[in-house]
């Protein structure tokens, strides 16, 4: 499938894939951002789609308002938009509402989505992600493929399209937002380039060496990067746990850092507040839109940002299963004499003429006690985490069942004493985690 706009470089896209005996079908986006130059372009794209014979799928888009809502530039959402619909097409095909016709005798799922990217685009791109400071991944430029995306022009010159073009007798549309130099693109083509060209003049070529070797340098660079993580990280549950004077010792530590909390929706500017959390006390933390990272003790903990809300659960008598964020309790009431007790931490065995329904399952709170199994005072929960060497986000996912404000049971850890079996105890009220 061929993004086609009906520009110079999407014409000769067609005209070569045409020429190459590919079978191909073509898809146009109307972004609406020029009035009737927009409609004059879809029209022109079906009709290439006519003159090839090929499938035309077309789809308008209020694009000024996708961007107000989402918060993004009108480049940006016109991106996102045209990649969603394109992956859309592919993958709801051939059920699809946007087909104008159905002249391909070949009605196959497409295999790739192919763009009309081109040398100078790259260029563009890599230098414009080094003014903006997107590290090594950003001077790899344009990648040739990415999943179903590719592009096959990259290697050619527009100039070099463009003779193309005039040797084939191709027609196209121009886009008058193209001499616009409002957009960062069009500036750095416009204005930066020919500047540089005028010191350098094989500037262009140079660059487009330079992303080459930027490609091979940035695989190097990421395998290097995996292999810091995979010395560093110790998984536990959904939680990342990174040793504080191993993470110190690695060089270079400020790239390490960065790498390792980009990816959970870090900026670079918190590189250097994760490196202060290394020295200091226990409980510190920084969060990103998604993630936490913590500082407990001798360990960095990244994890997910826990919703704070106090969830609570009612469990009634008749109640033999309850679905809840860490997992299910399966609730049983069965005869003493026919029960084998359990030691593992995950059953509760309790004696069940002192429960009395209905009962809550909840988050703890601060100030919570309870009187641990085998001692007669009280204890407060944090105190007991505390004694049990618990992380602060292992706190943050601790449970407990309460009957008439009293807690029995530390949900998959410690039951109340005063609720344990006895020599006495006729019913027992088994409640294990799942």
């Known amino acids: 499938m061929l993004a086609v706009s009906g520009g110079l470089d999407s014409v000769v896209l067609c005209e070569l894939c045409y020429q190459s005996n590919f ?70 095909w051939p059920v699809i509402d946007e087909r104008i016709n159905n002249k391909s005798a070949n009605n196959q799922r497409p295999t790739a989505i192919l763009t009309a990217h081109h040398q100078n685009d790259n260029i563009e791109t890599v230098l414009m992600n080094f003014f903006k400071g997107t590290g090594i991944a950003g001077l790899r430029g344009i990648l040739p493929k990415q999943e179903k995306i590719i592009r096959p022009l990259l ?42 060209e005028q010191i350098y003049p094989a500037a262009i070529n140079n660059v487009a060496e330079n992303v080459d070797r930027f490609r091979d340098v940035e695989l190097l660079y990421q395998q290097s990067i995996n292999l810091h993580k995979k010395n560093l990280f110790e998984y536990k549950g959904d939680e990342i746990h990174i040793p504080v004077l191993k993470l110190k010792k690695s060089i270079p530590l400020d790239t390490i850092v960065f790498e390792i909390i980009k990816p959970f929706n870090f900026s670079a500017k918190q590189t250097e507040e ?16 998604t993630h936490r990272i913590l500082k407990n003790r001798n360990w960095l903990i990244i994890s997910l940002n826990q919703n704070q809300s106090s969830q609570t659960i009612l469990i009634e008598k008749d109640d033999k299963l309850i679905v809840f964020e860490k997992g299910e309790l399966f609730i049983n009431n069965i005869s003493a004499a026919n029960c084998k007790l359990s030691t593992v931490n995950s059953i509760a065995t309790l004696d069940a003429d002192k429960i009395k329904f209905p009962l809550l399952l909840r988050k703890w709170k601060q100030g919570d006690y309870f009187y641990p199994l085998g001692m007669e005072k009280k204890k407060k929960l944090n105190r007991f985490f505390i004694d049990n060497k618990l992380s602060q986000t292992e706190k943050e996912k601790v449970w407990v069942i309460e009957m008439n404000k009293k807690i029995i049971w530390i949900v998959g850890m410690r039951i109340d004493n005063r609720f344990k079996i006895l020599p006495s105890t006729k019913q027992i009220l088994k409640i294990e985690l799942k």
Do not use: M
């Not at 000024?64 to 918060?71: E, I």
């Not at 996102?80 to 592919?90: A, D, K, N, P, Q």
């Not at 003779?163 to 204005?191: G, I, T």
């Open 23 to 92: 079978d191909f079908a073509i898809a146009h986006c109307n972004f609406q951002l020029r009035d009737e130059e927009s409609d004059r372009d879809e029209k022109f794209v079906q009709q290439l789609a006519e003159k090839y014979n090929k499938e035309f799928f077309v789809k308008k888009f209020d694009t000024k308002n996708y961007a107000s809502q989402n918060k993004v530039s009108i480049q940006v959402a016109a991106r996102e938009l045209r990649y969603e619909w394109f992956h859309e097409i592919v993958d709801r």
């Open 274 to 289: 994760v490196i202060n959390l290394l020295d200091s006390e226990s409980g510190k933390y920084i969060q990103s839109s």
């Open 155 to 196: 290697f050619a010159k527009k100039d070099e399209l463009k003779q193309f073009a005039e040797e084939n007798n191709l027609n196209w549309v121009e886009d008058s937002s193209n001499e616009s130099d409002k957009y960062s693109r069009n500036y750095f083509r416009h204005q930066i380039i020919p500047l540089i």
